[in-house]
């Protein structure tokens, strides 16, 4: 007997593999609604120069967008608060935009700038790249759907949960596991997830996960728990990804029998201590950023609190996209390592800023860093 063919399972198969395969694995952590406001906003430089800005980094974001504005503060106070930390926030220019204001805040960045980093919004992404302005070296803050190019001139550095199914997978096959399930709740990050890990898993030759849609109910997670328990030998799961958000990951984490357990933290707020000790156990794909705070690579940068998880994410994104820029200032690197707020950060083929997270797991009440590789 499979998991796919008990009958009084709720959490139902819901996903062939093909469909699996067919879902765009690609996400960033900025993308919201779109907003409705158009202005342009310059800071860091004297009015008079507002037009024209003669300095190295211009950093573009949806700050006068309110459905985008807190994630992009958090990025704006991550990355000022890098380039404060290297002495260099003299050379850096904040231009500020609403929805339909991106073209106009590029021109304003590349009519001085070296380097500019943005667009934080896969859309305005896309008015960029349709654009074909003559731009400088740019960093974008996110990345096109599979398949869709960029100018030669710009590199991407996104929070994506691609790097995040990889480093899971490699994690799975690292501990031995061949039978896979993938559970999987109905947004679409996370049904993105759950597609890049397949992606990933037959990539590196394993075999067709089991996928299930996820069911909260009560009903459900017994008959899961039952079910599950009865499986042996072959028939049962080595491992289990949780394609879900924290809430459900705690709801389902206690039926899940003893199988180990794998998510993505992207998903995750702050649990609750309720739902941490629901959470024991699991392994999760992190920022190192929260889960190694004290970490030596992190000493002389500052922190700041933020109401969510997310924008913590946010603001660890913008440390690093400032250290990542200032790789540009003489023309783009051939090069590029660093053990970043979000990673360990590595320039890779197609003008991509790879960046693989920190592996940690919940036990007792706590998330406590694992090492990356057994």
């Given at each position: 007997?499979?998991?796919?063919?008990?009958?009084?399972?709720r959490?139902?198969?819901?996903?062939?593999?093909?469909?699996?395969?067919?879902?765009?694995a690609?996400?960033?952590?900025?993308q919201?609604?779109?907003?409705?406001?158009?202005?342009?906003r310059?800071?860091?430089?004297e009015?008079?120069?507002?037009?024209?800005?003669?300095l190295?980094?211009?950093?573009?974001?949806?700050?006068?967008?309110?459905?985008?504005?807190?994630?992009?503060?958090?990025?704006?106070?991550?990355?000022?608060?890098?380039?404060?930390a290297a002495?260099a926030?003299?050379?850096?220019?904040?231009?500020?935009h609403?929805?339909?204001?991106?073209t106009?805040?590029?021109?304003?960045?590349?009519?001085?700038?070296?380097?500019?980093?943005?667009?934080?919004?896969?859309?305005?992404?896309?008015?960029?790249?349709?654009?074909?302005?003559?731009?400088?070296?740019?960093?974008?803050?996110?990345?096109?759907?599979d398949?869709?190019?960029?100018?030669?001139?710009?590199?991407?550095?996104?929070?994506?949960?691609?790097s995040?199914?990889?480093l899971?997978?490699?994690?799975m096959?690292?501990?031995?596991?061949?039978?896979?399930?993938?559970?999987?709740?109905?947004?679409?990050?996370?049904?993105?997830f759950?597609?890049?890990?397949?992606?990933?898993w037959l990539?590196?030759?394993?075999?067709?996960?089991?996928?299930?849609?996820?069911d909260?109910?009560?009903?459900?997670?017994?008959?899961?728990?039952?079910?599950?328990?009865?499986?042996s030998?072959?028939?049962?799961?080595?491992?289990?990804?949780?394609?879900?958000?924290g809430?459900?990951?705690?709801?389902?984490?206690?039926?899940?029998?003893g199988?180990?357990s794998?998510?993505?933290?992207?998903?995750?707020?702050?649990?609750?201590?309720?739902?941490?000790?629901?959470?024991?156990?699991?392994?999760?794909?992190?920022?190192?950023?929260?889960?190694?705070?004290d970490?030596?690579a992190?000493?002389?940068?500052?922190?700041r609190?933020?109401a969510?998880?997310?924008?913590?994410?946010?603001?660890?994104?913008g440390?690093?996209a400032?250290?990542?820029?200032?790789?540009?200032?003489a023309?783009?690197?051939?090069?590029?390592?660093?053990?970043?707020?979000?990673?360990?950060?590595?320039?890779?083929?197609g003008?991509?800023?790879?960046?693989?997270?920190?592996?940690?797991?919940?036990?007792g009440?706590?998330?406590?860093?694992?090492?990356n590789?057994?």
């Amino acid at each position: 007997m499979s998991i796919a063919a008990t009958p009084h399972l709720r959490l139902v198969r819901a996903l062939s593999m093909a469909a699996l395969l067919a879902l765009p694995a690609a996400f960033s952590a900025a993308q919201v609604p779109a907003a409705t406001d158009s202005a342009t906003r310059v800071e860091g430089i004297e009015p008079k120069r507002a037009g024209k800005p003669q300095l190295d980094i211009a950093l573009v974001l949806p700050l006068e967008a309110p459905a985008y504005a807190l994630a992009a503060d958090a990025v704006r106070s991550g990355f000022l608060a890098a380039a404060d930390a290297a002495g260099a926030r003299a050379q850096c220019v904040v231009i500020g935009h609403g929805e339909g204001g991106v073209t106009a805040a590029f021109e304003t960045a590349r009519s001085g700038a070296k380097v500019v980093v943005g667009p934080l919004v896969r859309d305005d992404l896309k008015v960029i790249a349709d654009a074909n302005l003559e731009l400088p070296w740019t960093i974008a803050l996110n990345h096109l759907e599979d398949g869709a190019s960029l100018s030669p001139q710009i590199y991407t550095f996104a929070l994506t949960v691609d790097s995040d199914a990889r480093l899971l997978s490699r994690r799975m096959r690292d501990t031995g596991a061949e039978n896979i399930v993938v559970i999987t709740g109905e947004t679409p990050f996370l049904q993105r997830f759950a597609g890049a890990f397949a992606t990933e898993w037959l990539l590196a030759g394993g075999g067709a996960p089991n996928a299930f849609r996820f069911d909260a109910s009560p009903p459900a997670l017994a008959s899961f728990k039952r079910e599950i328990g009865k499986l042996s030998g072959k028939q049962r799961p080595d491992a289990a990804l949780l394609a879900l958000n924290g809430a459900n990951a705690a709801r389902l984490k206690p039926y899940m029998g003893g199988i180990a357990s794998f998510a993505s933290a992207l998903a995750f707020d702050r649990p609750s201590d309720a739902e941490m000790r629901d959470l024991d156990g699991l392994v999760v794909a992190e920022l190192p950023w929260l889960v190694t705070p004290d970490a030596t690579a992190f000493a002389q940068l500052p922190r700041r609190e933020f109401a969510s998880a997310a924008l913590e994410r946010l603001y660890a994104l913008g440390l690093d996209a400032f250290r990542v820029a200032q790789a540009f200032r003489a023309g783009p690197p051939a090069r590029f390592s660093l053990e970043g707020a979000t990673g360990m950060i590595t320039l890779v083929e197609g003008r991509q800023f790879a960046r693989e997270g920190r592996l940690a797991v919940f036990r007792g009440g706590q998330l406590e860093p694992l090492p990356n590789d057994r």
